[in-house]
């Protein structure tokens, strides 16, 4: 039997884990609490999609168990063995802000459920590979630091810059720089599984996300911010800008496109290696063209202010180079461009909402 392990598999990019593969593998097996409940609120709440998913996939089996606790992970571990081929792991306490509100739980749950899934992957299932989705915020705010230039509406940087072409690569420190509590517990992950790929030879693949977003995203303030900007959009909730004058530049991946890379890495995996994974030069926005683009997309003004102060960390300008990626997996590339993202983020959304 061929089983798919996905964590976080209520979230955004485990709900798009378990939809794709479900056609490609016997079983998908979802881990994942509802945690994010407890870090964002009602907002934040991943049930519907859990309940989505055990609907909509007749292969899809939900397991409610705690990353943090050995003792919940290895039952289900022990049942499966070897039979897991894959293991995609996106469980995790996904705020900055959040994570300086209670550290040992961020770190908990970032670094030490991290080490826990790769010590079940390697005494379990040492042959399947292993997915980690990891963040841009493990390069802290080194990004602040490049040649920067103040446009109408974004921050870009100065043409003659070796990363005004693809944006920023592989080889950016993720040393001497300030990551945010929440960076900084990503940076123990991303560590540790390139070191079990280095170290022990595992097929573990790290995958750096941009803003990743689609339609499935429970968005919350601290969280999610295209799929938050858009539920403002349609209820008409006010929404808070954080400095840079609302010209941060961020860029986004559909959901579905970056789960196509983690199946391309799959099909030939590398051991231990790191990938910049964003919407590049092909899908980035400013928090003002975004806004523009949720207005023009959902047909109503946004009631929306502007607070001076900054998210500590925050990048003024994030832009993915995926070349590399590229460059090993030349079959890839993206489906989705930001409107196509958004329109269909609106649509779902709007459904949803409406339900509700
Ligand atoms: N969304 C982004 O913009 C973004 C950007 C860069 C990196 N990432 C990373 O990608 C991954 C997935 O992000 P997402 O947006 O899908 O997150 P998400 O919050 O939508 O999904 C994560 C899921 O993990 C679950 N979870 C959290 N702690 C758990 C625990 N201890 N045990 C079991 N389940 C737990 C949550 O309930 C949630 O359903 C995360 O690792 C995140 O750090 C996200």
New binding site residues.
Partial sequence: MNIALV??S?????SESVAFFSDKFDLVIG??????QYFFGTDGS?DWNRERLKDQYSNYQHFT????KVEELDPIFRQFGADIKLIVH?????SHDWAAREPFTDFS?NAN?TLNLLEMNRQHCPEAVFIF?S??KVYGDNPNFLPLIETDTRWEIDASHPYFENGIDEFMSIDHTKHSLFGAS?VAADILVQEYGRYFGMKTGVFR?G???GPN??GAQL??FLSYLMKCAITGNHYTIFGYKGKQVRDNIHSYDLVNMFWHFYQNPRAGEVYNAGGGRHANCSMLEAITLCEEISGNKMSYSYSETNRIGDHIWYISDLSKFKSHYPDWTWQYDLRQTLEQMHDSMAQRLLVQ
Wanted: net charge positive.
């Fill in positions: 964590t976080g209520a979230g955004l990019i485990g881990i994942d609490n509802n945690l994010r991943t168990a705690d990353i943090r996106t469980a995790a306490q996904p749950v459920g989705t963040t841009n990503k996300g803003c990743l977003t995203h429970s969280h999610g």
